[in-house]
């Protein structure tokens, strides 16, 4: 109606239109007198290139990058975004220029979920981001704090195999993220304040409450808000975000509220440190009073939670359907498995270096299903270069991993899965090979890397070991549809149902003893 009341308007009109013109003469202008990144022209006032994207950002950001370049730039809204492609680009950005570029930008969502930018992962560098990373990779993700927690995933992973076996007998297919996820979830739970949440035989209310929460905050987290790019249409909400979001908090205060209390009450009593009070003395040492320090703990534990299982279960799901899609790679994995272990014990964690077949096929797996493609954007606060082109302060930076890992200038056949690929080469996943960064690279690496590849590891080497796997009756592989939903992290569009079968003797599927 207002639309149209405009259009009627013979002036309006010509004032649009003057207004246009001019905006994209001075774009014009500023684009010849400094070297900018190639990108889309003309960029339309208000929305920029928005509607270039659709609902894989990555692939279609993968897509403009043939025609404008391995970095290039869009206006998404009011926004300056520059996309990296390349593993040289990608070079200068974690590496030549990391200092420069590791802010984060504020968005919505982000700022919400992490109340106000108290997580790693939202908080801007400096000191508060620095002591944090220094706990987490002092007191959760070391070598020393990872042995220690060995037996925590062994068992998780033990009940995980026995819960399949117990299920497999009937012969139908099960949902492998969902049941994944409950065991990576659990061994968190356990590390961050010694309580198992999620699977069989556990209060149901407080699973059922838990694992709402986590699905809710995974969907969000994964929604392209408009109104961080066209400020002026944050007013309205159109997408709905803000009640959602709303929801969300109150639920998170009210779990975590829970946890911190009963933490708090059981302190005199005799048990081990865990990650709780390992914050606590964080927001002593910072003199936070309670409201805040208590707000730090949410942020903080429940961005561990979300980081550490969606990410690694989601490499999971992948490994499984490209194994299946492909028999023979997987009979590869588990002959290597049957040489290096055998049949008569179950893969323990210090057996994984020998497996160098299964560590070829996570790295396959991780280069064409980068659980996080886009990771999370980075920002400048100054004006920069980035490969001899000028970058306006405040740019927010994708590096594309989907575009990166298919390279045409690093990977032969680019689209096939083929882990053969990774045998003979020392290309390892831990950010010095700009090639396969699925963690990322530089100051901002990923904190987890080593957890989370443990945890996709050995749940792999346990599955492929205990089981054949089969897809359900009448699916083919060829026909396997390998679409991918965007999101925090892009898992498959169809979650993946498959059929185990025991291969190993009964007394290796023993539930554990939970210490
Ligand atoms: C397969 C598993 C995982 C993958 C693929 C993964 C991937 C990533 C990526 C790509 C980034 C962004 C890097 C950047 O922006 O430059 C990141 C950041 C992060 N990850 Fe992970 N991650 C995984 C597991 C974990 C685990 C197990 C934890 C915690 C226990 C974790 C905690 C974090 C945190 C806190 C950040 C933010 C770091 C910062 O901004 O300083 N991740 N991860």
Redesign the pocket.
């Known amino acids: 109606m207002v639309f149209d009341v405009l259009l009627l308007s013979p002036l309006i009109n010509k004032l649009v239109v003057a207004l246009v013109v001019f905006h994209i003469f001075v774009q014009w202008f500023c684009f010849t007198q400094l070297k900018r990144p190639p990108g889309p022209f003309p960029v339309w006032p208000l929305v920029g290139n928005l509607f270039l994207l659709g609902k894989i950002p990555h692939q279609d950001l993968h897509k403009l990058s043939k025609t404008y370049g391995d970095i290039m730039e869009l206006k998404l809204g009011s926004v300056h975004v520059v996309i990296i492609s390349s593993p040289q680009m990608a070079k200068h950005v974690?590496q030549t220029h990391d200092h420069l570029l590791a802010h984060?930008p504020k968005a919505i969502i982000s700022q919400s979920i992490s109340y106000g930018g108290l997580?790693?992962?939202f908080s801007s560098q400096g000191d508060y981001?620095r002591r944090l990373?220094m706990i987490?990779a002092s007191e959760?993700?070391n070598a020393k704090s990872l042995r220690a927690s060995k037996n925590v995933r062994d068992e998780e992973i033990s009940s995980l195999v026995h819960d399949y076996f117990q299920d497999c007998k009937e012969g139908k297919p099960m949902d492998i993220y969902t049941r994944s996820r409950n065991a990576s979830f659990n061994v968190?739970t356990r590390l961050l304040f010694g309580k198992r949440y999620l699977g069989s035989g556990l209060s149901i209310k407080e699973c059922e409450e838990f694992s709402d929460i986590i699905n809710e905050e995974t969907s969000i987290l994964g929604v392209f808000n408009i109104s961080d790019f066209v400020p002026l249409l944050k007013p309205f909400d159109l997408q709905g975000i803000i009640p959602r979001l709303n929801k969300i908090r109150l639920k998170v205060d009210q779990f975590f509220d829970k946890i911190i209390q009963n933490h708090s009450r059981e302190e005199s009593s005799n048990r081990s440190k865990d990650f709780l009070d390992v914050m606590f003395s964080f927001n002593e040492s910072y003199g936070f009073g309670k409201r805040h320090g208590d707000n730090v703990i949410k942020a903080v534990i429940n961005?561990?939670l979300e980081?550490?299982t969606d990410?690694?279960i989601t490499?999971i799901e992948w490994v499984l359907a490209e194994l299946l899609k492909h028999p023979k790679f997987m009979k590869k994995a588990q002959d290597e498995l049957d040489d290096v272990i055998g049949q008569d014990r179950v893969v323990d964690e210090s057996d994984i270096p020998q497996l160098k077949y299964l560590q070829a096929i996570v790295k396959e797996t991780?280069r064409l299903h980068?659980?996080?493609p886009l990771?999370?954007p980075?920002q400048n606060m100054e004006a920069c270069e980035i490969g001899g082109y000028h970058i306006l302060p405040k740019t927010q930076i994708f590096?594309n991993?989907w575009a990166i890992h298919r390279h045409s200038s690093t990977y032969e056949n680019p689209l096939e899965f083929n882990p053969d690929r990774f045998l003979q080469t020392n290309v390892d996943l831990k950010g010095k090979h700009f090639e396969l960064?699925?963690?990322?690279?530089?100051?901002?690496?990923?904190?987890?890397?080593s957890?989370?590849?443990l945890?996709?590891q050995m749940q792999l080497a346990r599955l492929l070991h205990s089981f054949t796997w089969k897809l359900p009756k009448g699916e083919n592989p060829q026909d396997m549809d390998m679409g991918e939903v965007f999101g925090m992290t892009t898992r498959k569009a169809i979650p993946l149902r498959a059929i185990a079968i025991a291969r190993l003797p009964q007394h290796l599927y023993l539930a554990p003893q939970f210490t």
Do not use: D, K, Q
């Open positions: 974690l984060r997580t790693m992962a981001w990373r987490h959760l993700l968190m961005e561990i980081a550490s990410t690694s490499a991780f980068p659980p996080a990771m999370v980075h590096v991993l960064l699925p963690f990322g690279s530089g100051r901002r690496i990923c904190p987890g890397m957890l989370g590849l945890i996709v």
